[in-house]
């Protein structure tokens, strides 16, 4: 009998998905080059040459059997080994294959990472804004998400009120570094602090506090910016990630999580993860992406594009005098809307034909997303329409 | 906090992944063309080039963006559409894009199909013998499975304890035709039969009971054996195939789920789906696989080296005067142990390099499971191993 539960969420549409319906719709009327279409953080630069030879080469060189053969559930083995490899040298971490586990995507990594550390009933705890999959991600398992409140003045870590929700059923947190939506990275300092806390926070329960840390943007760092690797801090780490951003590959569905060799029962995170994806039925990413992306590692998109990006968003934004931190990364900025009510303010630009994403469904009212993976010249057609629709609509010049 | 439930699941391995191991630490004594490995289910003939060649042009030709973007969450919207085509024109039916669902290989396709109509609590009724990973597709969404006696006659249906476990509690019916491990088709006398049993059920319960019908042997049938479509028969079918098997490509995890146009809320099971994988954070299979299958429907492998070998078996088990049923498709073949424990007998034969599995895994004991998908120079000489194996330790010649 049809399962009642899923098919009421089909009537809960994803407001991003309902603003691009929105944007694809309108462009059919004006012409897509028409509608600034800030909506979906989909990656905007080409898949990098050398990927695309590598793949040539694999179909037109190696056995066919054992290119597209069964990878084991964890991953291939010499892709692992080669992903923690490069782990080690990029980060100094001490990584070996056994820590890793192949997943699709870092959508895949966060929600097998969760049911690994916890139970039905226990407690996640996130950071506000966050994405928004979170909520799914976490409710499936049957544990709970709770949010963090933003700390909207830097949109680093409100460790006031992380204080106030820490408890004894918290069996994991979650980051998101460099953050969707608001493009910052946390600081040395505010990880160094969120360690020692949960260190703390492990003590005074007597139990684990896992950290997952969701890095899907992890190598989309504008100039100067620092970056610490999360892991390198607290022990019982894993590091979620993804080649969609890095590779502008999201179709193909590779990440992993990395284990932190410190962490408890480091070496049996991966192939819990492989029994956890036997009772949900997907097995691995597929095979020949994952050999095609352990002969590129380290190797990026021209992601210099969004900084671009960014630098044209940011300093209308300021001319504008909207309130805005600077991102470290990311495609995407989280300026503060011009009324309290984002979504009505989102709502008046699409007059305009801008496409802005009201930060409520991030868990912070009052800002709005923009996700700048778009041609620099559409960025550059789009501030006239921005400074158009602040000029009228709330008389700001 | 690590979750005790996963923790445990890594002491359970599963017998075919233990006799599996054993055969590579045996292969690395004896060297690996002297160990007559029946037990692993891995396609054992080339891709097709055709297949290969369609990959290199795509990766040639098309805008990586395009190529390796993200698909829509229910697959892409050209390639369901083409998927729904074949299957009309194959199997006369009257899908649109709207029934279908892309997954990530028939695995992906039945625990999903399990989660969108069941809920915790209801029970889920295959056939022994069946595929054991049944268990965990089953098991992980908090629905009940129950097992079927197997009709080791003819390895059809045995109705009569069918209907035993039929109750107002059985939300779904999972059939595996061509069998994985008897080999045996389903005949349509057999399906008509349970689409009968199946409408007089719904009526008498006043609910829905869904046939999910897990299908990747479906293009290995052997010649002169009559494959009915399970869905051409049932209005509440769902249809769950995989490419693994006919294009030999289990890696690159492509698979799909076909709703029955008359089945309830039809429509709706393709997005339900969707909203399944958002939980669980897998989201779509490989777009570029997607992109390439899809250009290539109706293609296979070349499958009738499975016929071959099987033909070479089965003489010389029937010569031996082993019970078995001829196999109808598939790369399997379940006979008759010549002792009641098949453990036991399996673990005699290991002594002769011959890796067999016992039925007891299939909830069939008493049978043991030959998969030949290996060179058919591998199986002709493994025939005087079994001839020795049987001889020695039973006394048959």
Redesign the interface.
């Known amino acids: 009998?049809?399962?009642?539960?899923?098919?009421e969420?089909?009537s809960a549409k994803s407001v991003i998905r309902q603003m691009s319906e929105w944007a694809v719709g309108r462009a059919k009327e004006i012409g897509s080059e028409n509608v600034f279409d800030f909506s979906l953080g989909?990656?905007?630069v080409?898949?990098p040459q050398a990927f695309?030879d590598k793949?040539?080469a694999l179909?037109?060189e190696r056995d066919?059997?054992e290119?597209?053969?069964?990878?084991q559930s964890q991953g291939i083995p010499s892709v692992r080994l080669k992903f923690a490899e490069f782990l080690n040298r990029t980060y100094g971490m001490d990584y070996t294959a056994e820590h890793l586990f192949m997943?699709?995507?870092a959508?895949?990594?966060?929600?097998?990472a969760i049911?690994?550390?916890?139970?039905p009933g226990?407690e996640v705890i996130t950071f506000a804004p966050f994405f928004p999959?979170y909520n799914?991600?976490v409710?499936?398992t049957g544990a709970v998400l709770k949010v963090v409140p933003a700390d909207t003045k830097q949109f680093q870590i409100h460790f006031e009120e992380f204080e106030k929700l820490l408890n004894p059923k918290t069996?994991a947190v979650l980051v998101n570094t460099p953050n969707n939506p608001s493009g910052i990275v946390y600081s040395t300092e505010t990880i160094k602090k969120l360690a020692q806390l949960l260190e703390a926070k492990q003590k005074e329960y007597g139990?684990?506090?896992?950290l997952i840390s969701d890095e899907p943007y992890r190598d989309i760092i504008f100039g100067g910016v620092e970056a610490p690797y999360v892991s390198k801090y607290y022990d019982n780490s894993l590091s979620c990630y993804s080649f969609a951003k890095s590779l502008?590959?999201?179709?193909?569905?590779l990440g992993y999580i990395a284990a932190n060799p410190n962490c408890?029962?480091s070496t049996?995170?991966s192939?819990?993860?492989a029994?956890?994806s036997?009772?949900?039925?997907?097995?691995?990413?597929?095979?020949?992406?994952q050999i095609a992306v352990a002969e590129v590692l380290g190797l990026t998109s021209e992601l210099s594009v969004y900084e671009t990006n960014m630098n044209i968003i940011y300093d209308t934004l300021v001319q504008l005098g909207f309130e805005v931190v600077k991102p470290g990364g990311t495609f995407y900025i989280f300026p503060r809307a011009l009324e309290k009510d984002s979504v009505a303010f989102c709502k008046k630009a699409m007059n305009y034909d801008l496409v802005l994403v009201p930060g409520d469904t991030f868990g912070c009212p009052g800002y709005f997303r923009m996700a700048y993976c778009i041609e620099t010249e559409k960025v550059e057609r789009a501030m006239p329409a921005l400074r158009k629709f602040v000029a009228q609509e709330y008389g700001v010049r």
């Open positions: 009998m049809i399962s009642q539960k899923y098919k969420m089909l989909n990656p905007s080409a898949v695309t793949m040539i179909l037109q066919t059997m290119l597209h053969g069964y990878s997943t699709t995507g959508a895949g990594a966060v929600a097998h049911r690994a550390v916890t139970q226990d999959e799914h991600y409710n499936q069996m139990h684990d506090i896992f502008s590959i999201p179709g193909e569905r408890t029962d049996l995170i192939p819990m993860c029994q956890i036997r009772g949900i039925g997907h097995n691995c990413p597929p095979s020949i992406i």
